[in-house]
């Protein structure tokens, strides 16, 4: 079968919320409309946030978080810059991957509506303890909203008093 993306260039992006801070995000760029894939995507993906109409998948996989749009994929919070080739290429051998076996894989355009990240920082601890790498719950809240983390980075809310805040900020997303 053919690929979906032949052609790409991806860019490094400094995390925009808290320069200087060392983590970056990787910007893969195909030249190809790789919409046709979000459907499968979204069925193999975890944690995802589907917008069908507007072409919006954002999920996890591996731990680590992906945006993608008819013509850019994101992927965040890589700390070592010479990872960024690297990564690139991952996310285009997956989408390609995904591509290749969509006979096998049954897509799904069910969606699931973002919260408003005041509804997310309303559940959080609110400790503001700067563990996952954010400066506030708040900054945490908008960045989760975005796409840009995921849930698994508060630690908070794997403590047993926070597990409550963590199924209601779940309950938001579905």
């Known amino acids: 079968m053919a690929k979906l993306i032949n052609n790409y260039r991806f860019e490094l992006e400094e995390d925009h919320h808290h320069p200087g801070n060392g983590i970056f995000g990787v910007v893969v760029l195909p030249a190809e409309d790789i919409s046709p894939v979000l459907p499968y995507l979204n069925s193999i993906l975890n944690d995802t946030t589907y917008d069908h109409e507007n072409k919006i998948l954002i999920g996890s996989s591996d731990k680590k978080k992906y945006a993608f749009r008819p013509y850019e994929i994101r992927a965040g919070s890589i700390t070592d810059v010479s990872d960024a080739p690297r990564v690139a290429i991952n996310i285009v051998d997956f989408v390609n991957n995904v591509w290749e076996r969509r006979e096998s894989i049954k897509p799904s355009i069910k969606e699931r509506k973002v919260p408003a990240a005041y509804d997310i ?54």
């Open 121 to 174: 920082y309303k559940v959080l601890p609110r400790k503001n303890c700067r563990q996952c790498g954010c400066s506030s719950c708040l900054a945490f809240a908008v960045k989760l909203h975005a796409g840009e983390i995921g849930l698994d980075q508060c630690r908070l809310l794997t403590a047993p008093e926070y597990v409550p805040n963590r199924e209601k900020i779940t309950a938001l997303f579905s």
